[in-house]
């Protein structure tokens, strides 16, 4: 098979890497990119804003799976426009992306199927939603409702900064993004990432995982797309997974199919685990990153053999089997993130690092004259697997401390609830 991998990530590296170590592929191409994902593709500089001229490209190269990593040209409807020129594509329709795209359309999903969710309400103008926010007091969470690069959303302690966030989003600090407000209960409890590969009737529960957002040690400082994570998430029992699945995808997959929206692609549910049991964050309709770096590196199964089956709906057909291992990545960012990070210092030392055992997967590196150079806010993903979440831990710090990169940083205590938890056990 020939596979056209979208997206230029961690997330997208370590797909590449999956894919290509299925006995089934034949040509892997990757748009845009990366300098890692060139090891294991050969890159295209495709617009991928014009989905006419990836059709083109795909017609060319005789594609026979387009792989989406981003969600945004999911929402952006590039799987409606490929399938229209008879392309196969693993990753929802614009209608279905809308789990993503909207936080509203969501709720609302929620609120129909009596899928487990924080209370709320939904605004398209400040006044009544700052009547609201003083009506319902804090804590509370304000929302833009559309896509805002994981930065839409405010977890107000004080109403000050509740009704400033409302302000802000009504004033375009997020664009059309925040033209419509969610504002939301705010609920306690511990947070996991569950996902589930669908074929727009069955949803196959695919690993969970544990993220850390924010930016410094011990979960303090500004929220960022994701310090690292571990796979699978202990706290996630299996008890957990079922009722996630019988509460909340499977209605989900109900709802989409009755209102013509089949759910094909992944389904991420970010979860808070609340005393009254497992509710719904926030859909995301494609992996996390980093949490498909640890996904990846546990999977047993032929990645190339799974999308087929959700690109075909054929996923009652295949099973996931996972590594008796846990995984963890850290996160290496460049100094200055999630702010404005350094870009063009020289990294050294990869080769160092993935000698010792540990998969470095490249998120916003360049090559520049022959050396690869921090692009991003997020540059490296340092990933190692071990039989316990410390095991993995202890080897993916060994590996980062083998990099030559003074202009980068990253936490040192990824993964910490669940190697407290083995600890205890
Ligand atoms: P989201 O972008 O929706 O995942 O939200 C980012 C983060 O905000 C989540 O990972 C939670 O830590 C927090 N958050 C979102 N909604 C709520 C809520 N209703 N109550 C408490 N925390 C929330
Ligand atoms: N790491 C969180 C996300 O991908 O949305």
Redesign the pocket.
Known sequence: MNVLLIGSGGREHALAWKLAASPMLTKLYAAPGNPGIAQEAELVALDLANHAAVAAFCKDKAIDLVVVGPEGPLVAGIGDDLRAQGIRVFGPSKAAAQLEGS?GFTKDLCTRYGIPT?AYGRFDNAADARAYVEKMGAPI?I?ADGLAA?K??T?AMTLDEALGAVDGCFEGAFGGAGASVVI?????GE?ASFFCLCDGKTALPFGTAQDH?RVGDGDVGP?TGGMGAYSPAPVMTPELIEQTMREIVEPTMRGMAEMGAPFAGVLFA?L?LTDKGPKL??YNTRFGDPECQVLMMRLKEDLLVLLNAAADGQLTHVSARWRNEAALTVVMAAKGYPGTPEKGSVISGLDKAEASGAQVFHAGTAMHEGKIVASGGRVLNVTATGLSVGEAQKKAYAAVDLLDWPEGFCRRDIGWRAVEREQQA
């Open positions: 936080k924080a969470v929302k994981g839409g959303v977890v939301e209960e705010f609920m306690t947070e957002k929220n970010g808070m964050i926030e």
